[in-house]
């Protein structure tokens, strides 16, 4: 089977798995972490070059920033604070991660087994790989090397829509809270989606807010807060200034995209190997 995902050889099935999942790990103990979450260059062209870095420039998120390891979770939230309603939902979610995880046969996370897309704010609490920040004069725009998606954030004043459509990665707005902080509002966010690949639900309502502060040049700390009071009995955050850290200027991030035919195959495989 040719494959088009970023490791470039697979060794076993049990590597072939843990990619088609987007886990962490496999029982077998495979790691991938470290090969996902490559751009094409050595893990230590990440690393600053200087001892100290640099003071941040005003008003300016622009640059491609890597969370590393850090941002690529396995498991949800375990202290999440689930209303009745959340609690409903979680009996419908089999997820293939965390302490509800169930054998591959069962797992129905609509990402890994039908290669929907991610949705918001699961791109950015649980596979936050690389990501490509561009400034406009009227928005910010976010291009993800995970699934290759793109989220655009508008930055012109305007006010969030009172009912808006629901969207794989929301509606978005933001302002700079001063000059080194960024403050994104999202809401409208489509509820078939799942917060983590543990499965943590969200309803229609939920609002995220995102907190981007530029430390210094070399350092973006983003701290995620969930407010859906539908799913949850109070507002919690999953990343709390997290850092990710500037990229070479020339780096070129590759594809990382859940292919349905190889969806299809992986399936093929799974139930050969049950037999």
Same mark, same amino acid.
Not at 58 to 67: I, P, S, V, Y
């Given at each position: 089977?040719?494959?088009?995902?970023?490791?470039?050889? *697979? $060794? /076993?099935?049990?590597?072939?798995?843990?990619?088609?999942? &987007? !886990?962490?790990?496999?029982? /077998?103990?495979?790691?991938?972490?470290?090969?996902?979450?490559?751009?094409?260059?050595?893990?230590? =062209?990440?690393?600053?070059?200087?001892?100290?870095? #640099?003071?941040?420039?005003?008003?300016?998120?622009?640059?491609?920033?890597?969370?590393?390891?850090?941002?690529?979770?396995?498991? +949800?939230?375990? =202290?999440?604070?689930?209303?009745?309603?959340?609690?409903?939902?979680?009996?419908?979610?089999?997820? +293939?991660?965390?302490?509800?995880?169930? $054998?591959?046969?069962?797992?129905?996370?609509?990402?890994?087994?039908?290669?929907?897309? =991610? +949705?918001?704010?699961?791109?950015?609490? &649980?596979?936050?790989?690389?990501?490509?920040?561009?400034? @406009?004069?009227?928005?910010?725009?976010?291009?993800?090397?995970?699934?290759?998606?793109?989220?655009? *954030?508008?930055?012109?004043?305007?006010?969030?829509?009172?009912?808006?459509?629901?969207?794989?990665?929301?509606? /978005? *707005?933001?302002?700079?809270?001063?000059?080194? $902080?960024?403050?994104?509002?999202?809401?409208?966010?489509? #509820?078939?989606?799942?917060?983590?690949?543990?499965?943590?639900?969200? !309803?229609?309502?939920?609002?995220?807010?995102?907190?981007?502060?530029r430390r #210094?040049?070399?350092?973006?700390?983003?701290?995620?807060?969930?407010?859906?009071?539908?799913?949850? @009995?109070?507002?919690?955050?999953?990343?709390?200034?997290?850092?990710?850290?500037?990229?070479?200027?020339? @780096?070129?991030l590759m594809?990382?995209?859940?292919?349905?035919t190889e =969806?299809?195959? &992986?399936?093929?495989?799974?139930?050969?190997?049950?037999?």
């Amino acid at each position: 089977m040719r494959r088009r995902f970023i490791v470039p050889v *697979i $060794t /076993s099935v049990a590597a072939l798995m843990c990619l088609l999942t &987007y !886990s962490l790990t496999c029982s /077998s103990g495979v790691l991938l972490a470290q090969t996902w979450n490559s751009s094409g260059l050595p893990r230590d =062209a990440f690393q600053p070059t200087q001892a100290k870095s #640099d003071p941040a420039p005003r008003r300016d998120l622009t640059g491609t920033w890597d969370a590393g390891n850090a941002g690529i979770q396995g498991t +949800g939230h375990v =202290a999440a604070p689930f209303t009745p309603w959340g609690q409903e939902r979680l009996k419908d979610i089999k997820p +293939g991660n965390g302490p509800r995880a169930v $054998t591959e046969e069962f797992i129905n996370d609509p990402l890994s087994i039908m290669c929907d897309p =991610a +949705g918001f704010p699961r791109l950015v609490l &649980y596979e936050l790989r690389p990501v490509q920040i561009v400034q @406009t004069s009227n928005q910010i725009l976010m291009l993800y090397m995970f699934e290759k998606r793109w989220r655009v *954030i508008w930055t012109d004043g305007r006010a969030l829509p009172q009912n808006p459509d629901p969207r794989w990665y929301g509606y /978005s *707005i933001g302002r700079w809270e001063d000059d080194y $902080t960024f403050v994104v509002q999202t809401i409208g966010m489509d #509820d078939r989606t799942w917060l983590d690949n543990a499965g943590n639900p969200h !309803s229609a309502d939920m609002r995220v807010e995102e907190r981007y502060h530029r430390r #210094d040049r070399d350092t973006l700390e983003l701290t995620v807060t969930i407010n859906d009071p539908i799913a949850y @009995t109070k507002a919690w955050t999953p990343h709390d200034k997290l850092p990710l850290k500037l990229m070479p200027p020339g @780096t070129d991030l590759m594809e990382m995209i859940c292919s349905p035919t190889e =969806a299809a195959a &992986y399936k093929k495989l799974v139930d050969k190997q049950k037999k």
